[in-house]
């Protein structure tokens, strides 16, 4: 089985260890959008165009390198562009809860 491979050359800035500036997120993209579902059973749909997942992507990147402080999270509504309604939270932790 063979894959083609994608090179990828990307700079962000590295924010302060409690805050994120996600402007950076966006650069060079025009349709982002996601949505995130979760059933009864705990079960996660996360559906997005590439755009979607090409910010997301970005912004779990600056997440993980940029020393965030344990503890330091973020809430985004489950749907991209939906200013109400369910959040989902993403928490950096020092290790496995």
């Known amino acids: 089985m063979s894959s083609e491979t994608i090179e ?9 260890p409690n805050s994120m500036n996600f402007t950076d997120t966006y650069a060079g993209l025009g349709d982002v959008w996601y949505k995130v579902v979760v059933d009864a059973q705990g ?12 910010h997301l992507a970005r912004y779990f990147l600056k997440m993980a390198r940029c020393q965030k402080n344990p503890g330091y999270h973020d809430h985004q509504w489950v749907e991209f562009g939906k200013m109400e309604g369910p959040e989902f939270t993403i928490t950096i932790v020092d290790r496995h809860e």
């Open 8 to 16: 990828v050359h990307l700079t962000l800035t590295c924010d302060q």
């Open 43 to 54: 079960n996660v749909d996360l559906r997005a165009n590439a755009d979607g997942f090409e």
